[in-house]
């Protein structure tokens, strides 16, 4: 029986789940992988982050969304999964926002970070 946890997110764009790592300070790896579980279990995902707890945990995808893939027993980071799940998926909408607008010809004029965490992003289009 597996120990790995596959947890639903609405993230489906893998180079702004990328950005939001980066953003967030995670050390991850790209490409398909072995995420490492217990008692030698191995799932494949395209994002891997290793603990040195020797168990790691990743993002795979399900055929429509990168799920969170880990063996929560052996969560070894800072935060808890809820909270590092937030804090990536915050990241993630804010990548996924600059990178459609940008591509619709916006640019971003303005940016604020509330005292709640909230990011207000304001953008503009010049039409010529």
């Known amino acids: 029986m597996s120990h790995f946890s596959n947890i639903k997110t609405k993230i489906r764009n893998l180079d702004s789940?990328?950005?939001?790592?980066?953003?967030?300070?995670?050390?991850?790896?790209?490409?398909?992988?072995?995420?490492?579980?217990?008692?030698?279990?191995?799932?494949?995902?395209?994002?891997?982050?290793?603990?040195t707890n020797n168990y790691?945990?990743?993002?795979?995808?399900?055929?429509?969304?990168?799920?969170?893939?880990?063996?929560?027993?052996?969560?070894?980071q800072p935060l808890t999964v809820e909270s590092f799940l937030k804090k990536v998926t915050q990241r993630y909408a804010y990548h996924t926002v600059v990178n459609e607008t940008s591509k619709q010809g916006f640019q971003i004029a303005e940016e604020q970070k509330n005292e709640d965490g909230s990011i207000r992003l304001v953008v503009q289009r010049w039409n010529g």
Do not use: C, H, M
């Open 17 to 51: 789940l990328k950005s939001a790592l980066n953003d967030l300070d995670v050390d991850w790896k790209a490409g398909s992988a072995p995420i490492r579980g217990y008692q030698g279990q191995t799932k494949d995902a395209e994002v891997v982050v290793e603990q």
């Open 56 to 76: 790691d945990f990743g993002f795979s995808w399900n055929g429509s969304e990168y799920e969170l893939v880990a063996d929560l027993q052996y969560w070894q």
